[in-house]
C-alpha cells in the first residue's frame, strides 16, 4: 500500500510541473537550466520514470519558477535551517509584483546562464551579486533607479567587508573615500 501511496504523491508533483510548464508555454529545456538541472531530468520526472526529486534544493527552485511554496510539493521536507529571505529579495520580489511580472517572465529577462543565479537569489539561497553590472542588469529589468539599488549594493559589500575582517571604525575614513568613490561612479555612469 505505501508503494501506491508514494506513485499517488509522484503523480500529483509530476503533474503540477507538468501542468505548469503547459499552461506558461515553458520550454523543458528553459525550465531545466532556470533548475539547474538537466533535460532529460526534467522528462523523468514528468514521465515519472523516476521518483519525484526530493531534494530541497531542486525543489525549492522547482517552487520559485512555478511562483508556489515549496510546501505544496508532498515531497518537500521543510529544511532544519529556515531560509531568511533578506530585504533586498524582498524588495526585488515587490518590484517583480510591481511590474506584473511572473517569475517566468522575470527569469526570461536574463540570460541563460544568470537564470539559475537569479533563481537561487529569489529563494534566499543566495545574496544579490557583488559584480555591479549583474545587478545593475536586475535593476534594468524592474525598472530600479541607480541610487535604490545601489543602497542595497552597498549593504552588500558592507557585510562582505565586515565578515572578512574589516573594521568600519577604525577605518572609516578609507570606507568613506570608498563608497564615496563607487557611488560618483554608479550615478555617473549611465548602465542603468
Same mark, same amino acid.
Given at each position: 500500500?505505501?508503494?501506491?501511496?508514494?506513485?499517488?504523491?509522484?503523480?500529483? %508533483?509530476?503533474?503540477?510541473?507538468?501542468?505548469?510548464?503547459?499552461?506558461?508555454?515553458?520550454?523543458?529545456?528553459?525550465?531545466?537550466?532556470?533548475?539547474?538541472?538537466?533535460?532529460?531530468?526534467?522528462?523523468?520526472?514528468?514521465?515519472?520514470?523516476?521518483?519525484? %526529486?526530493?531534494?530541497?534544493?531542486?525543489?525549492?527552485?522547482? &517552487?520559485?519558477?512555478?511562483?508556489?511554496?515549496?510546501?505544496?510539493?508532498?515531497?518537500?521536507?521543510?529544511?532544519?535551517?529556515?531560509?531568511?529571505?533578506?530585504?533586498?529579495?524582498?524588495?526585488?520580489?515587490?518590484?517583480?509584483?510591481?511590474?506584473?511580472?511572473?517569475?517566468?517572465?522575470?527569469?526570461? &529577462?536574463?540570460?541563460?546562464?544568470?537564470?539559475?543565479?537569479?533563481?537561487?537569489?529569489?529563494?534566499?539561497?543566495?545574496?544579490?551579486?557583488?559584480?555591479?553590472?549583474?545587478?545593475?542588469?536586475?535593476?534594468?529589468?524592474?525598472?530600479?533607479?541607480?541610487?535604490?539599488?545601489?543602497?542595497?549594493?552597498?549593504?552588500?559589500?558592507?557585510?562582505?567587508?565586515? %565578515?572578512?575582517?574589516?573594521?568600519?571604525?577604525?577605518?572609516?575614513?578609507?570606507?568613506? &573615500?570608498?563608497?564615496?568613490?563607487?557611488?560618483?561612479?554608479?550615478?555617473?555612469?549611465?548602465?542603468?
Amino acid at each position: 500500500m505505501s508503494a501506491k501511496k508514494n506513485s499517488i504523491i509522484n503523480m500529483k %508533483s509530476s503533474e503540477m510541473l507538468y501542468n505548469f510548464l503547459e499552461s506558461t508555454h515553458l520550454h523543458k529545456k528553459d525550465f531545466a537550466q532556470m533548475i539547474g538541472v538537466t533535460l532529460s531530468y526534467v522528462y523523468n520526472l514528468i514521465d515519472e520514470t523516476i521518483p519525484f %526529486s526530493t531534494r530541497s534544493t531542486t525543489l525549492e527552485r522547482i &517552487a520559485v519558477v512555478m511562483d508556489i511554496s515549496p510546501e505544496e510539493f508532498a515531497e518537500y521536507k521543510i529544511p532544519q535551517d529556515p531560509i531568511l529571505i533578506d530585504e533586498t529579495t524582498e524588495f526585488i520580489r515587490e518590484k517583480q509584483k510591481e511590474k506584473k511580472l511572473t517569475t517566468v517572465q522575470f527569469l526570461k &529577462a536574463f540570460p541563460r546562464k544568470q537564470r539559475l543565479e537569479i533563481v537561487d537569489i529569489l529563494r534566499g539561497a543566495r545574496p544579490i551579486p557583488l559584480d555591479w553590472e549583474e545587478v545593475s542588469v536586475i535593476a534594468q529589468v524592474l525598472d530600479i533607479s541607480k541610487e535604490e539599488m545601489y543602497d542595497f549594493w552597498e549593504e552588500r559589500l558592507r557585510k562582505l567587508l565586515q %565578515s572578512s575582517g574589516f573594521n568600519f571604525e577604525n577605518n572609516q575614513g578609507l570606507a568613506k &573615500a570608498m563608497f564615496d568613490c563607487a557611488r560618483n561612479y554608479v550615478y555617473k555612469n549611465d548602465s542603468i
